[in-house]
């Protein structure tokens, strides 16, 4: 490693040190004042001891449900899509992208008009099993949460564990079948040894984003009980009690960093996997039973997961009569929301724009230095401090509650101001993303390509703009735009810090959904999904020209 | 590779602009009070929402004295004390309207807010002037009243007592004491009824809800939408069903416990440097013309005794009172919640 390129990474290293590691610090400090001036922790240690154990239980509880029911859901799925070739194949691994493109916000108003009592579900079935039973308030029950969350998180362990499934060979099956195993025998044998990190690091994957649930939680947790995350909400809107956010935040990130040496060990070991066997097999075409099961496995995902998707779009456009009268359609919802009191409509679509979009420059510009200083750091010694470190700061967001980011922001922030700490906060969120695809089509490039640029008498310097910067532009730009969609659809940010002054699309979309205006609420979130949703589509379209 | 060229150039671009020249920025970082032409005004969602009277109230005061009305909303109730004591941020409004009788004491305590001489006090109802110093005033009231949906084919209850029979399984709802302000209300209501033995009430009564919601405008939506038959509520309601839906419906219950009263105020910061103008508004707001807009929005009684009432609230009765107050108002609300929280 020259000298030159040793400082530009450490100078690289202490940018995202910097820009993750203050805002952590500065709310430490404003919550250790807050407790010592007497003003944090009244209740005596005990209470406040168990208040932090028994939202601690639940946490770990509904996460522990809700990816078993996810990972149910998914591993159906996940074993037709790599084994057979069917219509909507490609369209159930796409789905994956659900949880990502659309916040959760979008998914609970979909559920609760979709599920809840007049909802579209509960009246079908009763056309057929005639008026409605005695209606228990499932959706706000423990298991209805489950519900939300696993039908959320489920198309991620169809997407990550088809990948996997679908380079394991049927070889060491029907070898173990010859030696006179039964089925199933052979399948633990033969496959399962195999699968099971794939079906590990996808449960891992969902218990992290169960664990961190909170607009999910704050929606129809109510009686259940309330995670984490929800607490330190609590503790930070209705309490002012900083202190006692910061336990619940420690508590939260030791756990979560478990949870997270956990995924990075069987990341490793699915690795192996993939390297045992490099190719994927050919896909085979149902036949007789086998396709009946396919069928029934997408009508159950349209019937319960794209159904609620869908009820969003048509109760976006059903106008709702005040004087009794009957039901219209047409775009009375959104000309109310742009033309009512305060026109809220337009406003939040232009502040989600611009907020987000900053945020998105700024996470991409923090991720590019921190993918790139990853990548030279690996090159010239693999082992060393900085890539460890980077790779350690990269999981940071996923450990911390974006609550603290906001907060610890906030207070960096000179005069208070809510919406640098929103940009700033949400940027700390995004860069990851950013740094990781960087990162993965960086090492994609073939070293051969640039050796031949170098024999072909290019600097390393042209060498690099010509090769690397070409090949990794269009993931750049792809990641960018993940950026702004995981920014613009967060509603996490926004609540924690109890934005009054600037409304964004998320924001009103919770103030709708939470004052039961559905339809104006579906015609909000419309918008927000087309949002959110094009910038994947632009993003397919990168990957594409790429 | 051009399209993919083209593409980076206009995402470069866009967040160029966006950085460049930024007028959420800019409006996040003005001065709240620029040459004393806006009131900032902080109050809760359902105030400023478009059924509240916030719209209506800007309009007229900007008429009447050419001044502009700025209302933010901090979610519901608790979160607005919360924002309003939170030492770490400084207040940066005018006027605080939304804080209810329960919270007084503790607003008061904390010296925010002025001394206010305002000539329309002399019209207000006298047991409404909870703060003799003036400094938070009474704009409006009402009584809490659980609502019942006389179609569910459930019976009504006739009093706290009777909500934990097991007849009432999961069929109410409440709102969470330590975040909305009825929520807080009907904590006072049961510590009113049962004094000491009011844990061992809401112990009693946890089967017999169906969901404990974070504000008002979430649990009365889930109780309109049909998701249960009883709702904690206000006693006027059955007037914005006669008004709006023309129906009868939905019913408030008399208690023979009594019920407790929910009285809102309103007062002007020390820190406001628009002191004159924010109580003129505060004076306004008493007015009665200002409060004929309340009765239909906020579904309260105006604080004024001349201003005159909508033929809506012909079908609101007014019940016998409960002198209600909630005991520790920092503990007590997390207690109750942790009991409904923790119980099946």
Redesign the interface.
């Known amino acids: 490693m020259t000298r030159r390129t040793s400082i530009l990474l450490y100078g690289a290293l202490c940018v995202i040190l910097i820009f993750s590691m203050s805002p952590l610090a500065a709310f430490s400090k404003?919550a250790l004042e807050?407790a010592r001036g007497g003003?944090g922790l009244?209740?005596p240690p005990a209470t406040f001891l168990s208040?932090i154990m028994?939202s601690l239980r639940f946490t770990v509880l509904q996460s522990l449900a809700s990816t078993a029911l996810a990972v149910a859901i998914g591993l159906p799925g996940a074993w037709f899509a790599a084994r057979f070739r069917f219509a909507g194949r490609k369209a159930l691994l796409a789905l994956a992208a659900v949880p990502f493109c659309f916040p959760p916000i979008l998914v609970i108003l979909a559920f609760i008009l979709y599920y809840?009592?007049?909802g579209l579900l509960s009246s079908i079935l009763s056309l057929f099993f005639g008026p409605r039973k005695q209606?228990?308030?499932f959706l706000?029950s423990f298991w209805g949460l489950i519900m939300v969350h696993a039908f959320y998180n489920f198309p991620i362990a169809v997407h990550q564990i088809s990948a996997l499934w679908i380079r394991i060979p049927d070889t060491q099956m029907e070898a173990a079948k010859t030696l006179g195993a039964g089925k199933l025998r052979a399948f633990r044998t033969g496959t399962l040894p195999w699968l099971l990190p794939g079906i590990a690091q996808a449960s891992g994957l969902i218990f992290l984003y169960c664990f961190f649930s909170f607009t999910t939680v704050?929606v129809f947790g109510?009686?259940?009980?309330?995670t984490i995350e929800v607490e330190i909400y609590?503790a930070l809107?209705?309490?002012?009690n900083?202190a006692l956010a910061l336990a619940f935040s420690v508590v939260e990130t030791l756990c979560a960093l478990l949870g997270i040496l956990m995924l990075t060990r069987i990341q490793g070991r699915t690795r192996k996997s993939l390297r045992d066997f490099g190719r994927t097999r050919e896909l085979a075409s149902p036949k007789g039973i086998q396709l009946f099961f396919i069928i029934m496995y997408g009508i159950f995902i349209v019937l319960f997961f794209i159904g609620p998707l869908l009820s969003i779009v048509i109760e976006a456009f059903k106008v709702p009569s005040?004087?009794?009268g009957t039901t219209k359609f047409g775009f009375g919802n959104f000309t109310?929301l742009i033309r009512?009191?305060?026109a809220p409509l337009l406003g939040a679509i232009?502040?989600t724009?611009?907020?987000s979009?900053?945020a998105?420059?700024l996470a991409?510009v923090a991720g590019v230095i921190a993918g790139l200083a990853l990548f030279f750091a690996e090159k010239a010694n693999k082992n060393g401090v900085v890539p460890k470190l980077i790779e350690v700061l990269q999981w940071l967001p996923m450990a911390v509650s974006s609550a603290i980011f906001a907060y610890g922001w906030?207070?960096l922030s000179t005069?208070?101001?809510?919406?640098?700490a929103l940009v700033a906060a949400q940027a700390v969120i995004a860069w990851p993303f950013v740094s990781r695809a960087l990162y993965a089509s960086l090492r994609a490039i073939d070293p051969r390509v640039r050796e031949a640029a170098k024999t072909l008498g290019a600097s390393p310097f042209r060498a690099f703009m010509t090769v690397e910067l070409?090949t990794i532009?269009?993931s750049?730009?792809a990641a960018?735009?993940f950026a702004f969609s995981i920014t613009a659809g967060d509603v996490n940010v926004p609540l924690m810090l109890?934005m009054?002054?600037?409304e964004t699309l998320p924001l009103l979309l919770y103030?709708l959904t939470?004052?039961?205006?559905f339809n104006e609420a579906c015609a909000a979130g419309l918008v927000l999904g087309l949002m959110t949703g094009l910038v994947f589509l632009?993003k397919e379209?990168?990957i594409d020209?790429? | 590779?051009m399209?993919?060229?083209q593409?980076?150039a206009i995402?470069l671009l866009?967040?160029g602009l966006?950085?460049a020249n930024?007028?959420?920025?800019a409006?996040?970082?003005a001065q709240p009070n620029p040459a004393g032409a806006e009131l900032v005004i902080?109050t809760y969602?359902?105030f400023?929402?478009?059924w509240g009277p916030?719209?209506q109230i800007a309009e007229a005061f900007q008429k009447a004295y050419g001044a502009k009305l700025r209302?933010?909303?901090?979610?519901d109730g608790?979160?607005l004390l919360?924002?309003l004591?939170?030492?770490?941020?400084?207040p940066n409004a005018d006027i605080i309207i939304g804080l209810d009788n329960r919270q007084l004491a503790k607003a008061l305590q904390s010296g925010l807010f002025v001394p206010l001489s305002l000539k329309n006090l002399a019209d207000v109802q006298k047991n409404l002037l909870l703060d003799p110093t003036n400094r938070l005033v009474p704009y409006d009231f009402g009584q809490f009243a659980f609502m019942w949906d006389s179609q569910s084919g459930v019976e009504p209850p006739r009093s706290l007592e009777d909500l934990t029979k097991p007849l009432y399984r999961?069929k109410i709802i409440i709102m969470?004491p330590?975040?909305s302000t009825p929520g807080l209300g009907f904590l006072a209501w049961t510590e009113a009824a049962y004094k000491e033995g009011w844990k061992n009430y809401w112990k009693r009564l946890s089967p017999s809800?169906?969901?404990?919601?974070?504000?008002w405008?979430?649990g009365?939506?889930?109780f309109?939408?049909?998701?249960?038959p009883l709702a904690l509520s206000y006693s006027i309601d059955p007037a914005y069903h006669k008004a709006?839906?023309?129906?009868e419906r939905y019913k408030a219950l008399q208690f023979t416990d009594g019920h407790p009263m929910q009285i809102e105020f309103a007062g002007v910061l020390v820190s406001s440097p628009n002191r004159e103008l924010a109580q003129k508004f505060v004076d306004f707001l008493l007015s009665a013309e200002c409060q004929a807009f309340l009765p239909e929005t906020q579904w309260m009684f105006p604080s004024n005794t001349k201003a005159k009432l909508p033929a809506s609230f012909s079908v609101v009765s007014k019940y016998p009172a409960l002198n209600a107050e909630v005991g520790d108002i920092?503990?007590d609300p997390s207690e109750a919640a942790?009991i409904?929280?923790?119980s099946p």
């Open positions: 404003i807050n003003a009244s209740e208040t028994r809840g009592r007049e209606y228990q308030g706000y704050l109510g009686r259940a009980g309330a609590h809107r209705y309490q002012s900083y005040s004087m009794g109310t009512g009191f305060q232009l502040s724009v611009r907020l979009g900053l998105a420059v991409t906030l207070f005069d208070r101001v809510a919406s640098i070409r532009l269009p750049i730009a960018a735009a109890g009054g002054e600037v103030r939470a004052a039961y205006r632009l379209k990168v020209v790429a | 590779m399209r993919t060229r593409f980076i995402f866009v967040g966006f950085t930024n007028p959420v920025w409006q996040a970082n902080w969602d359902s400023m929402s478009e916030a719209g209302f933010v909303s901090k979610g608790g979160a919360s924002a004591l939170d030492g770490t941020k400084k999961k969470d330590r975040t809800i169906l969901a404990m919601t974070p504000s405008d979430t009365y939506g889930l309109t939408k049909g998701e249960a709006y839906e023309n129906t920092d503990r942790n409904l929280i923790s």
